[in-house]
Nanobody, 113 residues
Framework: QVQLVESGGGLVQPGGSLRLSCAAS????????MYWVRQTPGKGLEWVSS?????????TADSVKGRFTPSRDNNVKNTLYLQMNSLEPEDTALYYC?????WGQGTQVTVSS
């Protein structure tokens, strides 16, 4: 059974940091490109970042470039990460990881003072 489980969201002040995790199971994690997207009531769905198989390459949206960094642990944990620094109120959203046509349940990030 393919499963993606996100964690790490929460409430943080502007300028703060969070690291999201996405634990993958039920498929060959190392063979899949993985993605982070976010959803807000006002903007809808927004692609945030992608990471190639074997950590061969990463891409991030202009809105988060230089602040967000995706990574993956292919060896032990089969986990996708999103390090988020210098968070802004505009980053408030429900964050999802995606892979092999499957979505996680999402983790809420709220940036507010």
């Amino acid at each position: 059974q393919v499963q993606l489980v996100e964690s790490g969201g929460g409430l943080v002040q502007p300028g703060g940091s969070l690291r999201l995790s996405c634990a993958a199971s039920g498929f060959t994690f190392t063979a899949q490109h993985m993605y982070w997207v976010r959803q807000t009531p006002g903007k809808g769905l927004e692609w945030v970042s992608s990471i190639n198989t074997g950590n061969g390459g990463t891409w991030t949206a202009d809105s988060v470039k230089g602040r967000f960094t995706p990574s993956r642990d292919n060896n032990v944990k089969n986990t996708l990460y999103l390090q988020m620094n210098s968070l802004e109120p505009e980053d408030t959203a429900l964050y999802y990881c995606l892979g092999i046509g499957t979505w996680g349940q999402g983790t809420q990030v709220t940036v507010s003072s």
